[in-house]
């Protein structure tokens, strides 16, 4: 039995959010244990690797060898192929560097480390303390030994997987037309273009998107996105991807050299996600986009806010729910309304027809938008097919 | 319940890919991952087969 810890500021999981999180709060004074289950942080990956690029200076990011490639923008490909291209700086969260994600995850480890966090590999939470209804820290399993971390503040960045939060009674729990069922391959010998990322909608991907990021010579991330509540049969997710594969020589003379998968919650934002002593944030706390399925911005900026608060509230000795408030409004007031924007979106695309899809993307390929946002999308689409912009009208 | 279904989930590796969606969906909380190994806790899961359909590469089975 080894000897329980003491800590101001518990975070559990070591990804991107966690470790934002672990900074931001270490930097500010508190004293950080950051406990991960994996013997390996960023490893094994679960990411197409695109990442948008103006937000890395606002949370302290310095782009590093994690970079992979720079993309000038986005292709998005309707079921018949009609090509609509946008510029980098509009495509969404997904585009802009091409990255190696797990250089970058032990990047902004390697930061927390020096800002003073102790980082604790194959150590797992396997449970949540509460006294009194508060969370006090953590159950934790490490090396086969059990012992209590008893924390001030105690933070939950465990991921997609979502437990921590609602074994401190927080509901993290979405539905399944929230959530995407995904599968990638790390291809090499492909036609991939190194200047754009791509995206095929429609019935190859139902709900979702087939996804080619490149790597550069030849190498690619090629994946699957499929929304759970669209899926018929096992391994659907596999078999979409397979055949999209098989459909596309450029592709289906490439060789496998990785495969991994993952979920990816679509949801709208959570309805709370503090409790007294407890805060959560990252994938653990649903805040991927709901448009793209891109998640590794939105932890990051979330997380920089949830670190700051952690150590104030340690500091204080306020960790109560009323505090830690503050975190709440903060990624609330960056983020939630474009999160529930991008909701109302999907909620909608995923409902569209081949050939609806085709219709859009069809008018938009023949314009250039000056800029690029909702209204003129629809008006595009309006002047060449009227009759599809009706289904819209809640958006105008 | 006394004729619940069996819920098996290939995880040694055959299928299996530890990745995690099976546990964040579970509307129940109840699916553990270890680096290599997801279980279930047979007396909480009521067999709803979310995460059936949830794993990418069909390594969870009712019957
Ligand atoms: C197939 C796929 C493709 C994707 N592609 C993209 C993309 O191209 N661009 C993008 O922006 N986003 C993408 N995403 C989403 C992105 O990967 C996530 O948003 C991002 O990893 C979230 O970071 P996080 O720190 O919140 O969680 P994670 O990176 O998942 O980190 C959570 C960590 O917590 C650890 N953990 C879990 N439980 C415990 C526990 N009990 N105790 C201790 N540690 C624990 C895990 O091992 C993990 O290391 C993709 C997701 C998938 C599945």
């Known amino acids: 039995m080894a000897a329980d810890l003491k800590t101001d500021v518990l975070v559990i999981g070591g990804g991107p959010a966690g470790s934002m999180t672990a900074k931001w709060a270490a930097q500010a004074g508190a004293s950080v244990l950051m406990i991960e289950k994996r013997q390996e942080i960023g490893s094994p990956v679960r990411c197409g690797e695109g990442m948008s690029k103006d937000w890395l200076h606002d949370v302290g990011i310095k782009p590093g060898r994690w970079v992979n490639l720079e993309v000038e923008g986005a292709r998005i490909y309707s079921p018949s192929e009609k090509v609509f291209e946008i510029n980098e700086k509009h495509a969404g969260n997904e585009v802009g560097y091409v990255v190696e994600r797990v250089e970058f995850d032990k990047q902004l480890a390697i930061d927390a480390a020096n800002a003073g966090v102790e980082v604790r590999l ?171 399925g891109g998640g590794i911005a939105n932890g990051c900026i979330a997380g920089k806010i949830c670190g700051t608060v952690a150590a104030e509230a340690a500091q204080t000795g306020d960790t109560s729910k009323a505090f830690l408030d503050k975190y709440e409004k903060g990624w609330r007031a960056r983020l939630e309304e474009k999160l529930y924007r991008n909701w109302l979106a999907k909620e909608k695309l995923t409902t569209l027809s081949d050939a609806t899809f085709d219709k859009i993307i069809d008018a938009l390929a023949g314009v250039r938008l000056e800029k690029l946002n909702v209204h003129n999308i629809l008006k595009a689409v309006h002047e060449k097919y009227p009759e599809v912009t009706k289904e819209f009208e809640a958006f105008l | 319940m006394a004729n619940k279904k069996s819920l098996h989930i290939e995880s040694s ?45 069909g390594a969870i089975e009712i019957d």
């Open chain 1, 122 to 292: 194959k150590t797992a939470a396997t449970g949540i303390l509460k006294e009194n209804g508060k969370v006090v820290g953590a159950k934790v399993k490490q090396f086969g030994t059990t012992f209590d971390v008893r924390a001030k503040v105690t933070i939950g960045a465990d991921g997609f997987e979502s437990q921590v939060g609602r074994w401190a009674g927080i509901s993290t729990n979405i539905a399944i037309r929230d959530m995407d069922t995904c599968l990638q391959y790390r291809m090499t010998n492909v036609d991939s273009d190194s200047r754009y990322c791509d995206f095929y909608l429609g019935k190859v991907a139902p709900g979702g998107y087939v996804w080619v990021f490149p790597k550069g010579d030849g190498l690619a991330n090629v994946g699957i996105g499929v929304q759970v509540s669209q899926v018929q049969s096992m391994a659907e997710a596999r078999n979409y991807l397979d055949a999209w594969i098989a459909a596309h020589p450029g592709y289906a003379k490439g060789k496998k050299i990785d495969m991994v998968g993952g979920g990816v919650s679509i949801s709208a934002p959570l309805k709370q996600t503090v409790t007294d002593g407890f805060m959560l944030v990252g994938d653990a706390a649903r805040m991927i986009d709901p448009l793209t």
């Open chain 2, 13 to 57: 590796g055959q299928l299996c890919i530890y990745c995690g969606a099976c546990v964040g969906i579970c509307p129940l909380n109840c699916i553990y991952l270890d680096e290599t190994r997801i279980t279930f806790d047979e007396k909480v899961c009521t067999r709803c087969e979310i995460c059936v359909k949830a794993c990418p590469v």
